[in-house]
């Protein structure tokens, strides 16, 4: 067998287009426009060679292969590596990295601990922090928007509303960047965060301990299934990991990315200031625009047949979400950021069954931080370049200089 990233390579089905593109270079994920463009452009499916993958990019397609949980599976892994033939780097997630029915009920826990009525206590606590935040940087006027603000806001309440006693903002933020960059090939953003493996995986996984968390906390309502027979205590750990895996790094992203497409459109701030109903659209539309996770993969656990196209069992196929979230055959107009557009059916938080499970949580952070902003800052404006951050799997900003002026 002939393996390639993890898993086996396979040559193409006739007719699916062969693209001799990199996808993982620094170059591409620092400016995939014009890789999307071009991945939507030659079909429903390209090969490519370089990691022996298929790549789907139109909303249509991607769609489908993220709603059939049966022939496009997560236990194989969402990344290039198939778990089925190589030994992950850490033990694989018990709620993204599997299939029903394990799934089922780890997937039940963690959406009773993220239902809008466990989360809506955290209101107060948000508001309170992002105020307090935002006034400090209004009285600055000049800053750093993703150290100071970005990341600011959520490791402050994320820590504290899931009941953590000790927290680390580095390594917080860190691990979630390590998980999205181990999705991707073996290339230098993929071995500088495995180098930070022996530095951050053992606090991550000391800080999901039941003894590590208040019982007050989203962390003390999972180990509460764990008492009642739902999930086992090691599996309760898990779950806590998976809230530090997916929770922190996209909802740092999240209000980064949101700050740029505000400073990038003057005119949308105008219209988030006089009508604060907008703050969820405007995430909403930030999230489609922006796309935090730009790709995840699934594999096909058996033959199959997508747009026609002959799929083997096996087949890694890279969803780049990002482009769907930018096809125009979907949004007509995809390169406008229109913050009433009400973008129904993005792709951001993926679809079907592993749909994100903490995005109630992620629009409440957003729909907080952008009517506090809406409320106290007349004007968002670029201090600086802005510096995107290459990842395998994350769209995010490395730097953002702002300016903020008071109302
Ligand atoms: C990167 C990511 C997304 C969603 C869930 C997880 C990780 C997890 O570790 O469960």
């Known amino acids: 067998m002939n393996m390639i990233e993890g898993h086996v390579a396979f040559e193409p089905a006739a007719g699916i287009p062969v693209w001799d593109i990199d996808p993982y270079t620094e170059e591409v994920l620092l400016n995939a426009g014009d890789y999307y463009a071009e991945l939507r452009r030659h079909g429903p499916l390209v090969y490519i060679p370089k990691y022996s993958v298929l790549a789907c990019g139109r909303y249509d397609e991607t769609r489908e292969i993220f709603s059939d949980h049966t ?6 892994g969402v990344g290039l590596n198939d778990f089925k033939y190589g030994k992950p780097w850490r033990a694989p997630s018990i709620i993204l990295e599997v299939d029903p029915p394990d799934h089922t009920k780890t997937r039940k826990v963690m959406a009773r601990a993220l239902s809008p009525k466990a989360i809506s206590g955290l209101k107060d606590a ?31 309440v994320f820590p504290k509303a899931l009941g953590m006693v000790d927290s680390d903002r580095r390594r917080l933020v860190d691990y979630g960047a390590m998980v999205f960059n181990a999705l991707g090939p073996d290339n230098k953003f993929r071995r500088a965060a495995m180098a930070q493996v022996p530095d951050i995986v053992p606090w991550i996984t000391a800080a999901c301990a039941r003894d590590r968390l208040t019982k007050d906390g989203l962390g003390a309502l999972i180990y509460g299934a764990a008492d009642d027979g739902e999930v086992t205590e090691e599996e309760a750990a898990m779950l806590v990991r998976s809230f530090l895996s997916a929770g922190v790094d996209t909802t ?18 105008d219209r988030l200031k006089a009508d604060l109903a907008l703050a969820r659209p405007c995430f909403e539309e930030v999230l489609r625009f922006t796309s935090p ?23 890694k196929i890279l ?28 792709m951001a938080f993926g679809a079907g069954i ?14 907080i931080v952008l009517s506090v902003l809406a409320e106290k800052v007349d004007r968002i404006e670029f201090d ?15 730097r953002l200089p702002l300016k903020f002026v008071a109302k």
């Open 384 to 398: 600086g370049e802005p510096v995107w951050r290459p990842n395998n799997a994350i769209h995010a900003l490395d």
């Open 71 to 76: 022939r496009f599976v997560s236990s194989r």
């Open 354 to 367: 592993h749909g994100c499970v903490g995005q109630n949580l992620a629009r409440l952070e957003l729909e």
């Open 252 to 269: 740092v992203t999240g209000i980064g990315n949101a700050l740029w497409c505000l400073a990038s459109n003057p005119r949308e701030y």
């Open 319 to 346: 969803c780049a979400l990002a482009s769907a979230n930018l096809d125009p055959a979907k949004w007509g107009d995809p390169d406008i950021f229109r913050i009433d557009r009400k973008p129904v059916g993005h």
């Open 293 to 315: 996770v730009h790709t995840f993969a699934r594999t096909a656990n058996q033959d199959t047949e997508v747009a026609g196209y002959g799929i083997a069992e096996g087949t």
């Open 126 to 156: 948000f508001r309170e922090a992002a105020e307090r935040i935002v006034d400090g940087l209004v009285a600055k006027g000049r800053f750093e928007a993703v150290a100071e603000l970005a990341e600011a806001f959520p490791v402050t």
